[in-house]
């Protein structure tokens, strides 16, 4: 019953650095994406993917980067970390199989930029 | 490009009291709405989902509408328990599966 997990839960950067954020769903899901969540603002895609091999970016996607070489794995790459990168991020999941599936949300990964 | 808000930000009510809470959408163009459940450090959970064709949608004691043509959604939640307690957001599918998120309302039910 493992879902969409993600790792690390919490990571403290310090502005420079580089970091990977790891996703991984067990449920065969065609689509995965990253949000961010900051205060006020809701949750914003920073990147999407579609099926394996297949990304594209959402609304704020400068400074992340991301790939989809398998069906269950979608890392978030931070290139270079900037304290404005200070979020929770969150990954999703659902299947493109049917029309307006759910979406599956991992616990969230709460980063620090200092 | 579409923008999702939510009234009130935050909302604080006695056990047993019914609740309504709203999500308004600037693009009336939605394929699906979705609202889900955060409660805190956590992620979302999936409450409802209601397609563009349908008005409204039940699962105990929530149910949620949808007025396309108005750009609104409410989330009505009967007899309120101590443990709704949590934060609701609301969020619009205008194609594929990328939603735009509203920033939520956080609930506190009273014991």
């Known amino acids: 019953n493992a879902g969409v997990t993600q790792t690390p839960k919490f990571q403290v950067l310090k502005t420079g650095q580089s970091m990977t954020l790891q996703c991984a769903q067990d449920?065969?899901?065609?689509?995965m994406s990253w949000y961010r969540q900051d205060p006020g603002m809701g949750l914003r895609l920073i990147h999407y993917?579609?099926?394996?091999?297949?990304?594209d970016q959402g609304e704020v996607p400068n400074g992340y980067n991301v790939s989809r070489s398998t069906t269950e794995d979608f890392p978030l790459r931070l290139l270079s970390a900037a304290p404005s990168q200070t979020s929770v991020y969150f990954c999703?999941?659902?299947?493109?199989?049917?029309?307006?599936?759910?979406?599956?949300f991992g616990e969230g990964s709460w980063l620090t930029v200092v | 490009k579409q923008e999702v808000t939510q009234i009130p930000a935050a909302l604080s009510v006695p056990e047993g009291e019914n609740l309504v809470l709203n999500c308004s959408f600037t693009?009336?163009?939605?394929?699906?709405l979705q609202w889900f459940r955060q409660d805190p450090g956590k992620g979302l959970t999936s409450l409802l989902l209601?397609?563009?064709?349908?008005r409204e949608q039940t699962s105990g004691r929530l149910n949620a509408s949808l007025d396309k043509s108005s750009g609104r959604s409410t989330l009505y939640i009967a007899a309120s328990q101590p443990g709704d307690s949590a934060t609701y957001l609301c969020?619009?599918?205008?194609?594929?599966?990328?939603?735009?998120f509203g920033p939520g309302t956080r609930l506190s039910v009273l014991p």
């Open positions: 969020a619009v599918n205008n194609y594929g599966q990328n939603f735009v």
């Open positions: 693009d009336s163009a939605i394929y699906n």
């Open positions: 993917s579609v099926g394996a091999g297949i990304t």
């Open positions: 209601i397609q563009s064709s349908q």
């Open positions: 999703a999941s659902s299947s493109r199989t049917g029309s307006g599936n759910t979406i599956y």
């Open positions: 449920m065969n899901h065609e689509y």
